[in-house]
């Protein structure tokens, strides 16, 4: 089993930056894929991005390449989401997400995919 829990959501302008982590409960973190999501009022739940067990391999969708970064320590047992340039459509309640890695080349992009989920923390982007 794998507990996750998110931190570092919060109220920030538009161009600001916010760091989130998830810390997971797990004896060996490093053989888990980790990913982000994020939902938003009345908006299904979409990819954000996904990191490899190394973390060597990164992915990042489209709307938030060169403004967001995923990255882990291992050591910590945490996987970071670091936001920069935020915008107003960044709002949401930002979810991380593991899964038992079966490939090291490659970390899964679809939600259904992920084994275990953290609760969630919310960002709020203000214009």
């Known amino acids: 089993q794998v507990q996750l829990v998110e931190s570092g959501g919060g109220l920030v302008q538009a161009g600001g930056s916010l760091r989130l982590s998830c810390a997971a409960s797990?004896?060996?973190?490093?053989?888990?894929?980790m990913g982000w999501f994020r939902q938003a009022p009345g908006k299904e739940r979409e990819f954000v991005a996904a990191i490899t067990t190394s973390g060597r391999r990164t992915y990042h969708s489209d709307f938030v390449k060169g403004r967001f970064t995923i990255s882990r320590d291992n050591a910590k047992k945490t996987v970071y989401l670091q936001m920069n340039s935020l915008k107003p459509e960044d709002t949401a309640v930002y979810y991380c997400a593991a899964d038992y890695s079966s490939n090291y080349y490659y970390a899964p992009r679809e939600g259904a995919e992920y084994d275990y989920w953290g609760q969630g923390t919310q960002v709020t982007v203000s214009s």
């Open positions: 797990v004896r060996t973190f490093s053989n888990y894929d």
